[in-house]
C-alpha cells in the first residue's frame, strides 16, 4: 500500500517506467556527498534535449538551405572531419540500437531502445545539415555549434558517471552502454571542436570577394560569438601602426550603396524592395533621389530598414539584463553555503562554476547586443549622410537660401551622428523599468518593505540627477553660444592676418578673443560645479541607498538581522538598479535631442526640388534654345519673389553666338539660371536641346588637380587638351606651375587668381563637348586684352568652340559686333534684340546702353572702346547719330598724360596683365578674396540680383596676373603668353618641391609622448594636479572602509541570528583583516553570550546605532573627498585650459605669414575649435574617469586579496594578460582613431565643396559622379569606424572574461576555505569582483580615450614651439618717428624662408620725404617682396633698410607697422561694428573717424544707417560693396596720417568710380607723404616723380617716367608698348 502511494506521488511515473527505476530524487541527489544525477535521467533527459533543440531549429534551417542557390565548398579536412566523426556516431547508435534488441528487456529498458533511436535520426538530421550546408556556400552553423555544445554539457554527467563505474568496477551499469557513451561522447568532442572551425570559401565566394574582405565573412560562430576574428588586426597594430591600407573593406550589407538601395525601397510610396538585379551587395548603382512629394518620414525610413536588427538587438538586450540576476542569487547560494557546514563540498564548486558560466553569458549576451547595436548605429549615420547629400544635389534655390553651407554640413555631420548614436540607448528605456521592477522583487525576498527606503532614495535622486543634467545642458548650450563666437573671431583673424599684420591690430583683435573667452570660462566653471555634483550623486547613489535601507531594516524590527547574505546580495542588487535608475532620464533626455536632429533633417529632406520638366528636350523644336512665353521668378520671401523674369521670348539656333546686354540687375545672369532650371517657371515653355555647359561669373573649382578640373571626368584627348590650354591662355601657367598640369588646385581655388580661375572653368566648358555653352559674364574677371584674347580663340567666330551654341553675358560691348544677335534686358524683360547693326540703327535702348557704357568709362579705356566702337558703325546704315556722340565723346578726352614728349594718341592705357599677388598674399588671403562688383552687390540688397549672384557657392576675388612679354614677339605670342603663372616669382616657388600645394595633414602614428602629460600638469598647476589624485585615494579608502565594516558587522550573524551588537578590539586593522580570512572568531575576538543578545570583547559593545553611526560616517568620508577631487580637478583642467588657449592664441598671432601660407586656414581653426573643446570639455571626463577606475581598481584588488590571499596565484597572471591586452589595444585604438578623424574630414569638405559649385554640378549633369564620389568617400570613413566597434567588442570581451576569472577566483578560494573564511568577507570579496568586471574594461577604454585626447595638447603645444616674428615693441623707438618719409634701401636681400633662394638681391635705393614712386616689373621681379619687406613681413638676409635714418630692424614690428600705412589689394574687413573696422585699438575720437570718412566718400553711407558707426559689418563684409570695402581701407589710412603710404593698387577689380575716388583723395590727403606704389596697371603712376623697374630681384631702372619712356631700349618702355601706351 505505501510502495503504491509512493508511485502515485512520482511525477515523473512515465519516465521512471522507461527506465525502470525512479527517474528523480532531489533529496537523495542533493544530499549525496558525491554529485550523482541517476541513470535514468542521463539515459532520457540529458539524451533527449540536444536532439529535441537540433529538430526544432534545424529543419527550419534545412528548408531554408534548399532554397539558396548551388554554390558548392570544396572539400576540406574540417569537412571531411565533420562527416567522417558523424558517419562514426551513427554507428555507434545503431551498434548500441542492435544491442539492445539482442539484450532483452531483461538487461535493456525502454529508454535503452528509445536513446538510440533518437540520436540516430538526430545524427540522420545532422549530416544532412553538413552536406546541405556544403553544397550551398555555408561555412559554419551556429545551430549545429549550439547542438554540439549542449551534447557535450549533458554528457557531463554520464561522464562522471561512467569514469566512477570504471573505477569502481560497478557491475550494476551494463560495460557495453559506457563502452558507447565514451565513445560517442568523443564524437561529440570533436564535432564541438570541428565546428568551432570555419570551412573553406566557395568558388563564387573568392572570385565575389573585394580586396580585402572582413573576416567576420568567414568567420566561425565562436569567433563571431567571443570577436576572435578581430584579433588579427589587435596584433597588426601592436605590431606596427595601422595605416589605412590595412583596415578591411566594408561588409556587403553595409555599404553606402546597399544602405542607399534599402533606403529607396523605404521611401518610395508603394515599398516595393530593390530590384532582382541590384539585390547584390556591392553591386548597387542606385537612382537618384525622387522628388521630395512622394517621401515619406525619415522616421518611417529609418524604421523599415532596421527594424528587424533592432528587434533582435532588443531580444539580447533583454536576455543580457536578465541574466545579470544570476549573479545575486549565485552570490546569495554562496554565501548560504559558507554558513551552512552540512551542505556538501560541491555544492560550493558547482556554484562557482556556475557563477562564471552566468558571467559568461552575460559577457556574451551583452558585447553581442553592443555589437549589434553599434553597427546598427553606424549603419544609421551613413544612411542619413547619403540621404542629405543626395538631397543637397536636387535642392531649390529657395531651399538651399534657407540653410547656410555650415548648416546643412552640420546634418551631415553633426544631426547624423545624434540620431545614430540614440539608437544604442533606444532599448534601455524599456530595459531600465524592468531590471528596476526585478531588483525590487528581490530585494523584497531580502529585506522586505525595508527596501522601499533605497528605492526613494534612488527615487529622490532622479529629479536631483536631471535637475543636474538639465542645469549643466542649458549651460553647455550657452557656451556654445560664446565658442560659437570665438572661433569666429579667430576664423576672421587667421582669414586677415596679413592685414592684421600689415595694420600691426594682431595684440588688439586678440585681446577681443580673450574677452570672449573668459566669459566663456566663468560659464565652463559653472558647468564643472554641477558636473560635480552629478558626478557625486551618481558615484555615492549605492551608498546613501545601501545606508537608507539597512538603517531601516535594522530599526524596524530587533529581530531583523543583517547577515553578510542579505547585506552583500542587497548591495549586488542595489547596484544593478543604480545605472538604470540614474541614466534613464539621460537617455529620455537624448532621445529628445536626437528628435529635434531628426526634425532638422526631416525637414531638410522635405524641402522642395528643383522642378526637373522646368527645362525639357524637345526634338520637335528646331531650335537649340527656346523660352517661350517665360515667366520665372526666385523663390524665397515676398521681396525676392517681387523680382521676376516676365514674357520672356527667346530662340537660338544652333551654332549661333548670342550676346545678352543689359545694366546691372537687369536679370541677364536670371536668365541663365532659368535656362539651367534654377528659377522656378511660373509660366512658358524652356527648351533646351543638348548637353549644356556653363562658366559661371564666379568660377568654381575642385580640390584637385588642374587637369582634373579642366577634363572633368571626361576621356583625355591629350591633342583637344593641348588646344583648349592655348586657347584659354592658359600654357604659360602650366610651364611654370610646380606639377605643371597635375599641380593641385587648393581648396577653392586658393592657390589660383581670379582670372586663372576663370580660365580653367572656360576651358572645363570648351573641353567638354557640350553642345550648348552658357557663358555669365566670363569675361569680367580678367583684363580687357585677356578678355579679347579670349573671345577670339575660344568664344568668337573663329574660336575653339564656333561650331556649338553660344549664350554670352557680357558688359563688354566691343564684343557685340561679332555676335549673331544682341539680347537686351531691362527690368527682368527682353527688351530688344537682332543683330548688332539692327539694334544700332534703331536708336533705342541698346544704342543708349553704349553711349551709358563709354559715359561710365574715362580716361584711355573709353578712348580705346571707342576706336573699336567706330570702325563697325561706319558700316550700318542709321548709326550716324551714334558715330556722332561717340566722335564728340573720343574728342573731349584728354591724352597728354604724361607730357608733351609721348606721344600716347588717345589711347586708353592697356593693363599689362592680370593682378595676382605673390604667393604668400595669395596663400594667407584664403577667403577674403571673395568679393563681387560694387553695383552688383548693392542691387543684391534689394533682390534684384543676377542667377549668379543668387548662387550660395564660395567665390573669390577677381584678381589679376602681371607677366613678361618680350619685345621681339608678335602679338598672337603676346596674348599666348599674357597671365602670369601661380607664382608671383620673387622666389617663393621654391618652397614647393612638387605639384601638391600643402601637403595632407597626415595621422600621427607611435604613443604619444609623456612630455605632454607634463605640459597639461603644469598648465594645470601642482596643487591642482596633486590633490585630485589624494582625495580620490582618500574616497576609495572610505568606499572601502564602508564595506569592510558592513562586512564585520554581518559576520556576526553566523553565530547568533538574533545578535544585535557586536564588541571588537577599535584599533583591528588591515592586517587583523587579513588574518580574519582564516579564522575572524579567533583573531578578532568575536564571543556571543549565551542569551545571544549582545557580544563582548575589551567591554566595548557595538550597538546598532553605533554600527550604522560609523557606517554613515564613511560615507560622509567618502562624499566629502570625492566631492574636492572632482571640484580641484575640474578648476585644474579649466585652468589649464585657459592657459594653454592664451599661449596658443598668442603664439599663433605672432607667428610668421610664411607660417599662415603653408597651413591652411582650417588646419589652424581647427586647433582653436575642436582641440580647445577637447581641453574644455572631453579631456576633463576622461582625465576623472582615469582616476577613478585606477583607485578603483587598485582598491578592489586590495580587497580580494586581502579578503582571499589565495586569490592571488591565480590573479597575477591574470593580471600579466590584463596588462598586455591593455599595451596591445591602446596601440591599435589611438592609431584607428587618428585614420578614423582623418578619414572623416575629405566627406565634410567634399559635401562642402559640392554645395558651393551645386548649380555647375547640376548644369554640367554630373549629380551622378558626385553622388558616387560621396558615396565612396563616406564608405572609406566607415572601414575605420567599424574596425573601431570591433576593437572595443574584442576588448571588451577579452577583459571581461579575465575579470570573470577574478570572481571566479574569489568564489573558488572562499569555498575552498569554508571554516576558515568568514561569509561575510567572501560576500565582500565576491561584490568587488563582480564589480571590477566593468572597471577593468573601463580602466583600458578610458586610457584609450585619455590618449586620444592628449593629443589634442600634443598639437596645441606644436603651434606653441613654432619660430615667432620679432619682438612687437621696443622700448627705445622714438616716439614721433617716422617724421619726414626717407626711405633707404642699402644693399638689402632677403628671401622668404631659410634655405630658399634669394628674391631681392642687393637693392640700393632712396625714396626722398613726400616723393611719389611706381615700383613695377615684370612676373617675379620682386615688387610685392619689396613691401612685404618694409613691413618686416619677410625679415633681411643682408643689408638694411632704413626710415628716417633708423634700421627699421632695430624697431619693435608693431612700431614700424603701425607707422606706415598700406592701401592692400584685398580689401578686407573683420565681422563687427564699423568702428572696430576703422580704429580698433580705440586711439581716435568719433570725429577723427567721421573726418576720414568723408575724405574717403563714405559718410554720406554710413550716416544712412542707423547704427552709424556701430554699423554691423557681415563675416567677410559681404554687405558692403567691393568699392565699399576699398574706402573703408583708405579711411583706415587716412586715420593713420603716416609720413610713408605704401598703396599695392587693387583698382583692377572694383568700378572706375571707385578707382576715380580713390587716386583723388590720395592726391589731396597724402600730397605731402612718401608714397610707394605697386602698379599692376601703368597708368595709375604715369604721374608719378619716378618710377622703380625691378627685374629677377635687382633695380633695372629708376628714374621720371618721361625718361623711361623716351630710351626705347628700357624695360619699361617695352612693357608701355606690350600695354598699347607707345
Known sequence: MESTNITNLDPFKTLSDLCKEPFWNVARVWAMPEPNLGPCVERTVLVWAPCVLLWACGLPSLLLLKRRRYNPIPWTAVSCTKVMVSVLALAVAATELAWAATAGSQVAAPADFIAPVVLLATQVLHISLVLMGRRKGQQNSGIIWFYWLFTVMCGLPQLYTSIIVILRRDPTSPPFLTATFLVQFLCSVALLLANCFSDALSLTQKFSATENPAPVLHASFLNRLFFFWGGSIVWLGWRRPLTFDDLWDVEPENTTASLAAQWDAAISRDGKTAPAEVKEPGKLRPAMVPVSGRQRSVLWCLVRIFRWPFLGGGVLCFVAETSRFLTPQLLSLIINFMTTPEQPAWYGYLFS?????????????????????????????????????????????????????????????????????????????????????ISMVFLWQELGPSILAGVGVLVLLVPVNSYLANKMKSLLFSTLKFRDQRVKMVSEIISGIKVLKLYAWEGSFAAKVEEIRAEEIVLLKKVAFYKTFNSLVFNSAPYLVALATFTTFLLASPENVLDAKKAFVSISLFNLMRLPLIQLPNTISQVIQANVALQRVQKFISAADLDPTSVCRDRSEANAIAIRGGKFSWEGDEVQSAWQLENIDLEVSHGKLVAVVGSVGAGKSSLISALLGEMKKEAGGVVVNGRVAYVSQQAWLQNATLRDNIIWGEDFDAKRYKKVVKACALQPDLDMLPG?????????????????????????????????????????????????????NVIGPQGLLQDRTRLLVTHAVTFLPRVDEVVVMEGGRVVEKGSYAELVAKQGDFANFVLQHI???????????????????????????????????????????????????????????????????????????????????????????????????????????????????????????????????????????????????????????????????????????????????????????????????????????????????????????????????????????????????????????????????????????????????????????????????????????????????????????????????????????????????????????????????????????????????????????????????????????????????????????????????????????????????????????????????????????????????????????????????????????????????????????????????????????????????????????????????????????????????????????????????IEAAGGEIDVDKVN?????????????????????????????????????????????????????????????????????????????????????????????????????????????????????????????????????????????????????????PSELLANHDSIFFGMAKDAGLV
Open 353 to 437: 562554476v556556475l557563477l562564471l558560466a552566468s558571467c559568461v553569458l552575460v559577457t556574451v549576451l551583452k558585447n553581442s547586443y553592443f555589437y549589434v547595436m553599434f553597427t546598427q548605429c553606424v549603419r544609421i549615420r551613413s544612411a542619413i549622410m547619403t540621404a542629405v547629400y543626395r538631397k543637397a544635389l536636387s535642392l531649390s534655390s529657395a531651399a538651399r537660401r534657407d540653410s547656410t553651407v555650415g548648416e546643412i554640413v552640420n546634418l551631415m555631420a553633426v544631426d547624423s551622428q545624434y540620431i545614430g548614436d540614440t539608437g544604442i540607448m533606444l532599448w534601455s528605456i524599456v530595459s531600465s523599468p524592468t531590471v528596476i521592477l
Open 1448 to 1600: 627699421i630692424a632695430d624697431v619693435g614690428l608693431h612700431d614700424l607697422r603701425g607707422r606706415v600705412s598700406i592701401i592692400p589689394q584685398d580689401p578686407v574687413l573683420f565681422s563687427g561694428p564699423l568702428r572696430l573696422n576703422l580704429d580698433p585699438l580705440a586711439s581716435h575720437s568719433d570725429a577723427d573717424i567721421w573726418r576720414a570718412l568723408e575724405l574717403a566718400h563714405l559718410a554720406e553711407y554710413i550716416r544712412g544707417q542707423a547704427l552709424g558707426l556701430e554699423h554691423p559689418v557681415d563675416e567677410e563684409g559681404s554687405n558692403f560693396s567691393v568699392g565699399q570695402r576699398q574706402l573703408v581701407c583708405l579711411a583706415r589710412a587716412l586715420l593713420r596720417n603716416s609720413r610713408i603710404l605704401v598703396l599695392d593698387e587693387a583698382t583692377a577689380a572694383i568700378d572706375l568710380e571707385t578707382d576715380d575716388l580713390i587716386q583723388a583723395t590720395i592726391r589731396s590727403q597724402f600730397a605731402h607723404c612718401t608714397v610707394l606704389t605697386i602698379a599692376h596697371r601703368l597708368n595709375t603712376i604715369m604721374d608719378s616723380d619716378r618710377v622703380l623697374v625691378l627685374d629677377q630681384g635687382k633695380i633695372a631702372e629708376f628714374a621720371p
Open 740 to 792: 605643371g598640369d597635375m599641380t593641385e588646385i587648393g581648396e577653392k581655388g586658393i592657390n589660383l587668381s581670379g582670372g586663372q580661375k576663370q580660365r580653367v572653368s572656360l576651358a572645363r566648358a570648351a573641353y567638354s563637348g557640350a553642345d550648348i555653352v552658357l557663358f555669365d559674364d566670363p569675361l569680367s574677371a580678367v583684363d580687357a586684352h585677356v578678355g579679347r584674347f579670349i573671345f577670339d
Open 855 to 1433: 559715359n561710365d568709362t574715362t580716361g584711355e579705356e573709353a578712348d580705346e572702346e571707342i576706336e573699336e566702337l567706330i570702325e563697325p558703325l561706319e558700316q550700318v546704315t542709321g548709326a550716324e547719330p551714334l558715330l556722332r556722340q561717340l566722335s564728340l565723346r573720343s574728342s573731349r578726352t584728354s591724352v597728354n598724360n604724361i607730357g608733351s614728349e609721348t606721344d600716347i594718341r588717345g589711347k586708353r592705357i592697356r593693363s599689362i596683365s592680370e593682378t595676382v599677388t605673390s604667393s604668400v598674399d595669395r596663400l594667407a588671403s584664403l577667403d577674403r578674396r571673395a568679393t563681387k562688383l560694387s553695383s552688383a552687390s548693392l542691387n543684391r540688397k534689394t533682390g534684384r540680383q543676377s542667377g549668379s549672384s543668387r548662387s550660395q557657392s564660395y567665390a573669390n576675388g577677381l584678381q589679376a596676373s602681371r607677366t613678361s612679354i618680350h619685345s621681339g614677339k608678335s602679338e598672337a605670342e603676346r596674348m599666348a603668353g599674357l597671365e602670369e603663372p601661380l607664382c608671383d616669382g620673387d622666389g617663393e616657388e621654391g618652397e614647393f618641391d612638387g605639384k601638391r600645394l600643402v601637403e595632407d595633414e597626415t595621422a600621427e602614428t607611435g604613443k604619444v609622448s609623456r612630455k605632454m602629460y607634463l605640459v597639461y600638469g603644469k598648465s594645470m598647476g601642482v596643487l591642482y594636479a596633486i590633490l585630485p589624485i589624494i582625495f580620490m585615494s582618500l574616497a576609495q579608502a572610505s568606499i572601502a572602509g564602508s564595506n569592510i565594516w558592513l562586512s564585520f558587522w554581518s559576520s556576526t550573524g553566523e553565530s547568533s541570528p538574533a545578535s544585535n551588537a557586536t564588541s571588537f578590539n577599535i584599533s583591528t586593522s588591515l592586517q587583523d583583516f587579513n588574518t580574519s580570512a582564516h579564522n575572524i572568531s579567533g583573531d578578532l575576538g568575536i564571543t556571543t553570550n549565551d542569551t545571544g543578545l549582545d557580544t563582548e570583547f575589551s567591554g566595548f559593545v557595538i550597538t546598532k546605532n553605533i554600527f550604522i553611526g560609523v557606517y554613515a560616517a564613511f560615507g560622509v568620508g567618502q562624499v566629502s573627498f570625492m566631492f574636492l577631487a572632482m571640484m580641484m580637478l575640474f578648476l585644474g583642467c579649466l585652468r589649464s585650459s585657459r592657459v594653454l588657449h592664451q599661449r596658443l592664441l598668442d603664439s599663433v598671432v605672432r607667428l610668421p605669414l610664411s607660417f599662415f601660407d603653408t597651413n591652411p586656414s582650417g588646419r589652424i581653426i581647427n586647433r582653436f575649435s575642436k582641440e580647445v573643446s577637447v581641453l574644455d570639455t572631453t579631456l576633463p571626463d576622461s582625465t576623472r574617469f582615469m582616476l577613478s577606475c585606477i583607485t578603483q581598481v587598485v582598491s578592489t584588488l586590495i580587497i580580494i586579496l586581502a579578503a582571499t590571499p589565495e586569490a592571488g596565484f591565480f590573479m597575477i597572471p591574470i593580471m600579466v594578460v590584463y596588462y598586455m591586452i591593455h599595451i596591445i589595444y591602446i596601440a591599435s585604438s589611438r592609431q584607428l582613431k587618428r585614420i578614423e578623424s582623418v578619414s572623416k574630414s575629405p566627406i565634410y569638405s567634399h559635401f562642402g565643396e559640392t554645395l558651393q559649385g551645386v548649380s555647375v554640378i547640376r548644369a554640367y549633369k554630373k549629380e551622378q559622379e558626385f553622388y558616387d564620389e560621396s558615396q565612396r568617400k563616406i564608405e572609406s570613413s566607415l572601414k575605420a569606424v567599424y574596425v573601431n566597434v570591433l576593437l572595443n567588442r574584442w576588448v571588451a570581451v577579452s577583459l571581461e572574461m579575465l575579470a570573470n576569472l577574478i570572481t571566479f577566483a574569489a568564489a573558488l578560494m572562499g569555498v575552498a576555505g569554508r571554516g576558515s573564511i568568514n561569509s561575510g568577507v567572501v560576500g565582500l570579496s565576491i561584490t568587488y569582483a563582480l564589480n571590477v568586471t566593468v572597471v577593468l574594461n573601463w580602466v583600458v577604454r578610458v586610457a584609450a580615450d585619455l590618449e586620444a585626447n592628449i593629443v589634442s595638447v600634443e598639437r596645441i603645444s606644436e603651434y606653441m614651439q613654432k619660430d615667432r616674428e620679432a619682438d612687437w615693441t621696443v622700448a627705445d623707438t622714438p616716439a614721433s618717428w617716422p617724421d619726414e618719409g626717407c626711405v633707404s634701401f642699402r644693399n638689402y636681400q632677403t628671401r622668404y624662408r631659410p634655405g630658399l633662394d634669394l628674391v631681392l638681391k642687393g637693392i640700393t635705393c632712396s625714396f626722398k620725404p613726400g616723393e611719389k614712386v611706381g615700383i613695377v616689373g615684370r612676373t617675379g621681379a620682386g615688387k610685392s617682396s619689396l613691401t612685404l619687406a618694409l613691413f618686416r613681413i
